[in-house]
């Protein structure tokens, strides 16, 4: 499967490396439901609702 995620980015992020790939929405949410976490500056979880 390769190495985990360390961060999940929205699309666009000025803070992504060249080392990110492309994941659907429902990815992102089941990355960051698991614990993964959300970039600090593009905020993805705010920009799929899945703040507290």
């Known amino acids: 499967m ?3 995620p360390v961060r999940v ?5 000025w803070d ?6 492309p994941a659907t929405a429902e ?3 089941r990355l960051l439901a698991e ?4 970039c600090p500056h593009c ?3 705010s920009a799929l ?4």
């Open 2 to 4: 390769g190495r985990l």
């Open 9 to 13: 980015h929205a699309g666009g992020c």
């Open 16 to 21: 992504s490396s060249k080392r990110c790939v």
């Open 27 to 29: 990815q992102a949410r």
């Open 35 to 38: 614990g993964v976490s959300a």
């Open 43 to 45: 905020r993805p979880d």
């Open 49 to 52: 609702g899945m703040l507290e």
